[in-house]
């Protein structure tokens, strides 16, 4: 599991950790499992970054963008990449092989720019909301989500898409456990999230996870299978969602 979580973090943030030379299946269904944890150390780093800027006067608003930017850097972007490609293929006419065309191609494409400008101002605002209110875990659990609903959209059963080579390595590897675990798990964290309305964590949670498994069951039949691509949309979406349903308590 070390060598999983090893690979997890290279793979989804900058932080100098080494990977192994070469990544099997077993290999990246471990980092996948892994991923959560991952997304627990960027919501740690969003929540202190948060707080930080608030404490040393910046306007919540600023802060709550600028927090979004830092994860976006600590993650190279590359989510963000996922849901303006994802989005362009889903807006696109045509067979899954002309939307996985459109998605591989290096512009961005009116639908890309609408969810990206949507993805960020969301996440911005609901992080001030959260900010305001001194709800730091609320800003750990949405982020921590977004790996939670990568494990869910990796669960056995869901296909690569056609010549996805980040795909086929994660595809259809997570096991009933692994997935059922951490959904609960995150659950439970969210209880925690809204001490004054404690039900509302877990109906959010279940909310975005409930989303995110249509929305990858919607793209799986579009494309023709799962891409890296839709693992990035799946993670700013969920971010997204849950971070507005804890704002609703706050």
């Given amino acids: 599991m070390l060598t999983g979580l090893r690979l997890?973090?290279?793979?989804?943030?900058?932080?100098?950790?080494?990977?192994?030379?070469?990544?099997?299946?077993?290999?990246a269904a471990r980092a996948i499992a892994?991923?959560?944890?991952?997304g627990g150390v960027l919501g740690g780093?969003?929540?202190?970054?948060?707080?930080?800027?608030?404490?040393a006067g910046a306007s919540a608003p600023l802060s709550g963008l600028l927090v979004v930017a830092i994860v976006a850097l600590l993650t190279r972007g590359m989510h963000l990449d996922g849901l303006a490609d994802t989005m362009d293929g889903l807006g696109t006419y045509g067979s899954p092989q002309r939307a996985r065309e459109v998605m591989k191609r290096g512009d961005v494409g009116p639908f890309g720019v609408t969810a990206l400008v949507f993805a960020i101002g969301v996440q911005a605002f609901a992080f001030t909301q959260l900010a305001q209110?001194?709800?730091?875990?609320?800003?750990?659990?949405?982020?921590?989500?977004?790996?939670?609903?990568?494990?869910?959209?990796c669960r056995l059963g869901i296909d690569?898409?056609?010549?996805?080579?980040?795909?086929?390595?994660?595809?259809?590897?997570?096991?009933?456990g692994t997935y059922a675990g951490w959904s609960v798990l995150i659950v439970i964290v969210s209880v925690f999230a809204l001490p004054e309305a404690r039900w509302l964590g877990p109906v959010a949670v279940a909310v975005?996870?409930?989303?995110?498994?249509?929305?990858?069951?919607?793209c799986?039949?579009?494309?023709?299978?799962?891409?890296?691509?839709?693992?990035?949309?799946?993670?700013?979406?969920?971010?997204?969602?849950?971070?507005?349903g804890l704002c609703f308590g706050a």
């Fill in 208 to 218: 975005t996870l409930a989303f995110s498994v249509l929305l990858v069951r919607h």
């Fill in 8 to 27: 997890a973090l290279s793979w989804l943030t900058v932080l100098p950790v080494g990977g192994p030379e070469s990544v099997d299946r077993p290999a």
């Fill in 160 to 176: 690569a898409a056609p010549e996805s080579g980040f795909g086929s390595l994660v595809a259809g590897t997570q096991r009933v």
């Fill in 34 to 38: 892994c991923a959560p944890v991952v």
């Fill in 45 to 55: 780093m969003a929540a202190a970054a948060l707080w930080a800027l608030t404490a």
């Fill in 133 to 153: 209110e001194d709800r730091w875990l609320a800003v750990v659990v949405a982020v921590a989500l977004g790996r939670v609903a990568v494990v869910l959209a």
């Fill in 220 to 244: 799986v039949r579009r494309f023709g299978g799962l891409s890296g691509d839709v693992l990035g949309a799946v993670v700013e979406i969920s971010v997204a969602l849950v971070a507005v």
